[in-house]
């Protein structure tokens, strides 16, 4: 008999695992102590954490709560722990907390910001969870206009006018395509909206029923507006609107229709190629120079579109890139069952490029609203302008770190559960076996 | 190359060919850039044919039935597929596309719906079927391929000779009059092949008209009434199963068929 012919004639049986390779000393064995290398690359590690955990968290924890100034808290420092350095300052943050948060806002008023938060949190419940009634999405259809009404005040005429200039496009568009083919319903529909926006709508809501059933909630000019508030609401309108706009750019780039992808390549290049800095500057002043004398444009809403601008040009190369990595099989796939352009994209397109390009896209949400204190430096109160605007009272002259230590805090939670959420969804969606 | 299917008895009295025309090509000319893949194509396929392309790699064979569902464009010539010509407007291609089944080598199952929602997609959304008349044509059509209880699963989840069988039950969903096939099996392991073999069978049994690229010569042998042989971008010999490999006319073709059948 050959050494090398063999057959096995019964099976092995299982067998539990040497006691290094599970439990906490098989962890820790291949985790930490490998070999001898690896196990002092971990004791200087611990000892990095330590000293940096003993500095910062003395500082967090043995503070001063309660004081009228900063001069104040150190003094109470001094009394009690013998040094005025190393413990934070909080009663800076309990003094101006609300302030933070809302800015200038009209205290009393402060229940409309509010209100608009949860309604935001309850009208992105079925955006963001299946399990989540499908009836909510009417919130959500209508929350973009409900929010406006919130936090502006005003006739909320003005804000029904405009909702149904889109509900009467959305009809003209349903109920002409098949009379004028679909692009002539689309022009048709923009046509009315407009028509209706400027003429029709004001007549019959905002004087017609407007002067009849005056529902109007107390106006708040965009200068009181500012802190957290602020920040939320340009990052969510950017977020919000920047994704489809983003879609439609990557689609018109990818687009055989010259001019079409003309326009896309060249608007994508030119706002990725500007500074948001300088798009903001030119919200803020030179935008005035082109409109009509007299106008007053919004300041908050020229800088929400500079920022959607900006978050679009960066989510239309992110989506690209999903767009890139699809197989050319899906597209052919999906034609050759005859699905029109439309349909491919919704159904089959889209929905895989936008799944592979979470990460990108979470990451440009992220990004947006972090940028969103830029606009402290034309001049909008945002929580890191707020921040110079109290240390400029001579009670908090000379504090930072516990303001910035705050505004962190605000900001991480923010993006931290976006950053949840899109791990979450990536596991969600995941339908292969890996 | 496998002869996996010529063990298999197939009943060729079932498979009538009618007087109809489903696909008529031509003087149809195709190029890549300046490269002239397809020259002067005249074919003729009756209802209830079933055609065996072969030829080598970069012969144009892939290209001339990818053309036929208008995957890709030609430049000259005609063609028409069931009563339709085939032109660059758009509600002409999609109209083809949804009467014209295709099978692909890759698959192209779309990995983020279930089995099920692959199969009832373009029913529900190109011809407007109710969701529940096209989960039940779907199931159908699942029993047919003989995977009706990976119904809810995903494509991944899926071996390839099952995913490709996927792949020809959500074509037939569509009720094609034609079927294209573009090397079915070729991306398959030897073991896989049989089954998907099986099913074009099956197919052709039912009186389907097909168009089939393969390197499969015993599917040929056993189901194709006419082999057309590709080099170059031309159709070099045309001929019956039998004669065409037992009686090759043209040198080129006597060479290729040595090589595929020669070990």
């Known amino acids: 008999m050959s050494d090398q012919a063999f057959v096995r004639s019964e099976i092995i049986e299982e067998q539990t695992p040497p006691l290094t390779a599970f439990g906490l000393v098989g962890w820790l064995k291949s985790n930490l102590f490998s070999n001898w290398f690896n196990a002092i690359l971990t004791f200087i590690s611990l000892y990095f954490i330590w000293y940096v955990l003993s500095g910062v968290l003395p500082w967090i924890f043995l503070s001063v709560w309660n004081a009228g100034s900063l001069s104040e808290c150190r003094e109470i420092a001094t009394a009690t722990w013998g040094d005025s350095h190393g413990h934070a300052c909080w009663a800076v943050i309990k003094d101006r907390w609300i302030q933070l948060l809302f800015g200038f806002y009209p205290s009393e008023l402060y229940w409309r910001p509010i209100l608009a938060f949860v309604l935001l949190l309850i009208s992105l419940a079925p955006v963001l969870y299946t399990s989540v009634p499908k009836k909510i999405f009417y919130l959500t259809a209508v929350y973009p206009f409900i929010l406006p009404w919130l936090m502006w005040g005003g006739s909320v005429w003005a804000y029904v006018s405009a909702l149904l200039g889109f509900v009467l496009g959305y009809a003209i568009v349903r109920y002409t395509s098949e009379i004028v083919g679909q692009l002539g319903a689309v022009i048709l529909s923009v046509i009315g909206a407009i028509v209706w926006w400027l003429y029709i709508g004001p007549l019959l809501l905002s004087q017609g029923v407007g002067a009849i059933l005056p529902l109007a909630l107390e106006p708040v000019i965009s200068r009181d507006f500012g802190g957290f508030m602020l920040a939320l609401l340009i990052g969510v309108v950017a977020i919000g609107c920047s994704l489809p706009i983003g879609i439609v750019l990557a689609l018109g780039r990818q687009s055989d229709l010259l001019i079409l992808k003309t326009i896309s390549v060249w608007f994508i290049e030119f706002i990725r190629g500007v500074p948001l800095i300088t798009l903001l500057f030119v919200a803020s002043t030179l935008l005035n120079i082109f409109m009509p004398p007299g106008t007053n444009f919004d300041i908050i809403l020229r800088v929400m579109i500079m920022v959607t601008l900006f978050a679009s040009a960066y989510m239309a190369e992110v989506i690209r890139g999903g767009l890139a990595a699809l197989p050319r099989g899906q597209f052919e796939g999906a034609d050759s069952l005859g699905l029109n352009y439309w349909q491919s994209q919704r159904l089959i397109i889209m929905p895989q490029a936008l799944k592979i390009s979470i990460p990108g896209i979470v990451s440009t949400f992220i990004g947006v609203f972090k940028d969103t204190t830029l606009v402290s430096i034309i001049g909008l109160m945002d929580p890191l302008g707020l921040s110079q605007g109290i240390r400029a009272n001579a009670e908090w002259n000379g504090i930072y770190w516990e303001l910035f230590a705050f505004i962190a805090f605000l900001f991480f939670i923010v993006c931290f559960s976006m950053s949840r959420y899109s791990m979450y969804l990536e596991r969600k969606l995941q339908t292969d076996n890996r | ?263």
């Not at chain 2, 009943?11 to 007087?19: I, K, P």
């Open chain 2, 1 to 263: 190359m496998s002869d996996l299917a010529i063990d298999r008895e197939v009943d060729r009295s079932q498979m009538q060919v009618s007087d109809e025309e489903a696909i008529q090509i031509t003087e149809m000319n195709k190029w890549f850039g300046t490269f002239h893949v397809l020259r002067d194509i005249n074919l003729t396929v009756n209802k209830g044919e079933r055609i065996v392309v072969c030829g080598p790699s970069g012969s144009g064979k892939s290209t001339l039935i990818r053309c036929i569902n208008a995957l890709e464009e030609h430049q000259r010539g005609q063609i028409i597929v069931d009563g339709t010509v085939l032109s660059s407007d758009l509600k002409n291609v999609d109209k083809i596309r949804s009467e014209v089944g295709m099978v692909f080598q890759h698959f192209n199952l779309f990995p983020h719906l279930t089995i099920l929602e692959n199969c009832t997609l373009a029913p529900i959304w190109v011809r407007k079927t109710p969701k529940k008349e096209a989960e039940e044509t779907a199931m159908h059509f699942l029993e047919k391929v003989k995977i009706p209880e990976q119904a809810l699963k995903y494509p991944g989840q899926l071996s390839g000779g099952q995913q490709q069988r996927v792949a020809i039950a959500r074509s037939l969903c569509m009720r094609p009059r034609i079927m294209l096939f573009d090397e079915p099996t070729s991306a398959l392991d030897p073991e896989m092949i049989k089954e998907v073999l099986d099913t074009m069978i099956e197919l052709a049994q039912d009186g389907m008209t097909m168009l089939c690229v393969t390197h499969e010569m015993g599917f040929a042998r056993q189901v194709a009434n006419r082999v057309i042989f590709m080099d170059q971008g031309q159709i070099v010999e045309q001929n019956e199963p039998e004669e065409f490999f037992n009686n090759p006319q043209s040198d080129r073709t006597k060479l290729f068929l040595s090589q595929i059948l020669g070990h």
